[in-house]
């Protein structure tokens, strides 16, 4: 019973947490401003004074370059608390309550915006529309076999990133230099491992876990390996590995258009 | 007034046990002589985190299974260290809040929730808290807001309550008080806002400010000088972990964290006493007996607030009232804790900043190792070889057991300027995560020499616990809560938790049977052996 009203108290306390967090935004000496022009519109101006910014204000957490130190990465295609370019202008300024401190008093709506618009290009790098021809680009994905691996509308077989909303998540040059040069950009949870136990021929795939007893690793036909740490003889993460072929031979025209296909990919499905 | 009715109830029938509800200084003096309680965040001034319980052993720790589980609910990081005492668990929970748990069944008793503001600032560190301190009747607790509060121990009643430090520039208490005396010792969090570093004491009965040591020294005090013009207001030290402490000597050990900015170090020319050092100071007045610094001119954020271990070594063939501590710098020292005499020092991990350490304590510092523009990469991260997560000794085997993090950073460098209750850092890091791991590491306490290693995917975030069982327990970032061979580093048990573990395992007794404790992901587990 004492527990019970603890943990009503609690909640009380909780969505009073929460009812405080609100007015945060409209707390300071500034209004809260809607986002008025999309990240994607920045210049270089402006990215220049949000990567200012961030050193200063988010580097510490986020690291430098974005690949995460107390706070979580943020070279990811898309952000859990920040859906898209407005929840991410938000976010910046208001912060977490309790988790993430907000700089929009520091800020302002103008430098919030160029910061917001910094940490968008951390990860969608290139946001110009490229040039190519859509229809054959879509062409190509489906000659080229891109569905044997990947996942996009529902369709095909789940073995890289699925790629339904791809165009949101990545700019252009980052998906050319993914096929051409596919270990340059290896994404988040899809480290090559190669494990050989004790007794067994050697394992090669894509590492689903890992922890100090158990590794879990997904072969290139789809087979799911569960490997004892304590029976291996061999374990090696391979830095800069991809299991997915590079597509550097396909003639410039398709590579320009497959691109173009994959920037317009913005998750219908 | 249904939940004090009904809380009184509890307490009463806990107390019916046969419990006094008062844990007087001499048994925190004595906490070694109690083992069935767990009375301070080391559980001992010496901050050993060794156990003299010897119930669960190498022979029978396969058969632990966790004896209940307690999920705690809101935002933040579970880095607490649970305290037991007369037969209650104290955990801290984020943001600050302060829970009672019966330790034979995990339901709570009694809890303190300490309402935040919307503008709270955490610059440097995540919203947690690492646990709180006893004394008497009380348990004390530091808040983010930047306050100390007692609580009464047997209620949660708030007793009273101090204002450390202003919350707007950057203050904040995350670590576990210490209670030594009748005064509480509290450290301050903010090395990345540019505060100036302190460690306090208040009378534990009315919250009294008791005497306050800055950590940089203003003009015309000792130390002054090594800071270039007015960058010692904004120099940081701060002393945001538990200190150890001696009472034949009343000496307290103080760790101090890096100098502000982080990583320009071209605005605060000099060594920047006394930051990245060790404070011995007298626990009735607060003045420094003597300092020693680890890192002169600190700017790689390598924050000495480790734990200052105090241990009785033989060295060099004389006995010695030594400190030990794994450094975050990737270098273990051996010092003399009366003198502050430095003995011996020598690299635990891997780093590529220092030519070794000199006679004098000093480091070699290696040419062109510290942050550019451009990045420089440099080992140990900006994390150091080990952060908070406490090491443990233990006085049977002679090994002192370390967390690990075996990571390099390119450091950078950019310019910077002092605003109130902004970061104050100057540049940050790039990390190299993709070849990062990490290890329980077994020291000889003497020479520092790796004993054994047992590895593990990522640098660790849990702190390690040795019992008289010949166990050795500690976690992963990857859930694993695991029990290891004290002499060998063979494990010998694990349990997967299901979320990262990043706190400090304690152990204790419940109806005389040994359980071990540890939080992780937002959960407090506790494990013991199955009754027969």
Known sequence: MASLIVRRRMARVIAALAVCALPATARGQYPAPALERPLAEAGAGDLAEGKRLYNAQCALCHGIDGGGGYGPSLLRPTFARAADDAGLFTLVRTGIPGVMPGFGDANGPRRSWQLAAFVRSMTRAGGATPPGDVAHGRVVYQARGCANCHVLGGDGRAFGPDLTAIGLQRGPAYLRQALVEPAARVPDGHVVVTARAKTGPAIRGVRLSEDAFWVHVRDAGGRLHALRVSELAEFRREAGASLMPAYGTLAAADLDDLVAYLSTLRGQR | ?532
């Open chain 2, 1 to 532: 007034m249904r939940r004090l009715v009904t809380t009184a109830a509890m307490v009463s029938v806990l107390a019916g046990a046969g419990l006094s509800g008062q844990v007087p200084y001499q048994r925190l003096v004595d906490a070694a002589k109690t083992p069935g309680d767990w009375l301070t965040y080391n559980g001992g001034y010496f901050g050993h985190r060794h156990s003299t319980l010897d119930q669960i052993t190498a022979a029978n720790v396969s058969g632990l299974a966790p004896a209940w589980i307690y999920q705690v609910q809101g935002n933040g990081q579970m880095e607490t260290s649970a305290v037991v005492a007369n037969g209650i668990m104290y955990v801290t929970e984020p943001p600050t809040t302060v829970t009672a748990l019966d330790p034979k069944n995990g339901r709570p008793i009694w809890s303190y929730v300490r309402p935040m503001p919307a503008n709270l600032r955490l610059i440097g560190f995540p919203a947690t808290n690492r646990g709180v301190a006893i004394l008497d009747d009380k348990v004390f607790v530091g808040s983010l807001d930047g306050a100390l509060i007692a609580l009464d121990a047997q209620t949660g009643a708030v007793r009273w309550e101090t204002r450390v430090a202003d919350n707007g520039t950057g203050h904040s208490v995350t670590m576990a008080p210490l209670a030594v005396k009748d005064k509480v010792i509290v450290g301050i969090s903010g090395g990345e806002a540019g505060i100036r570093g302190f460690v306090d004491a208040y009378d534990a009965k009315t919250g009294k400010l008791a005497w306050r040591t800055y950590t940089v020294p203003a003009a015309g005090e000792p130390g002054h000088e090594t800071w270039a013009g007015e960058s010692w207001k904004n120099g940081a030290g701060a002393t945001w972990l538990t200190g150890s402490y001696d009472p034949a000597l009343n000496l307290l050990y103080w760790g101090t964290g890096n100098p502000g900015p982080d990583w320009n170090g071209d605005v605060r020319k000099g060594d920047n006493l006394y930051t990245s050092s060790v404070l011995a100071l007298d626990a009735d007045t607060g003045k420094m007996t003597w300092h020693f610094q680890y890192t002169p001119h600190d700017v790689h954020d390598w924050d000495a607030n480790q734990i200052q271990v105090l241990a009785d070594l033989t060295v060099a063939g004389k006995p010695r009232k030594a400190l030990i501590t794994a450094n975050r710098n990737a270098f273990y020292y051996v010092l003399d804790r009366v003198t502050g005499e430095f003995l011996h020092a020598a690299p635990y991990a891997k780093q590529t900043w220092a030519r070794g350490i000199d006679p004098k304590g000093r480091p070699r510092v290696i040419e062109g190792t510290e942050p550019t523009p451009e990045g420089n990469l440099v080992y140990p991260s900006l994390q150091g070889s080990t952060n908070w997560p406490s090491p443990s000794y233990s006085p049977q085997t002679g090994l002192f057991y370390v967390p690990v993090r075996e990571m390099g950073s390119y450091y950078y460098k950019t310019d910077v300027e002092y605003e109130a209750g902004q970061p104050f850092t100057g540049g940050g890091e790039r990390r190299l995560a993709d070849e990062a791991w990490g290890a329980v590491r077994a020291l000889d306490a003497t020479t520092g020499k790796q004993v054994w290693d047992f590895r593990l995917p990522s640098p660790s975030w849990s702190g390690v616990l040795s019992t008289a069982g010949g166990l050795v327990f500690s976690g992963s970032n990857e859930g694993n809560f695991y029990a290891l061979d004290a002499k060998t580093g063979a494990p010998l048990w694990q349990f997967q938790v299901g979320g990262m573990v990043r706190s400090n395992p304690t152990t204790f007794l419940v109806d005389g049977r040994q359980h071990v404790s540890v939080a992780a992901g937002r959960a407090v587990f506790v494990f013991a052996l199955p009754v027969k």
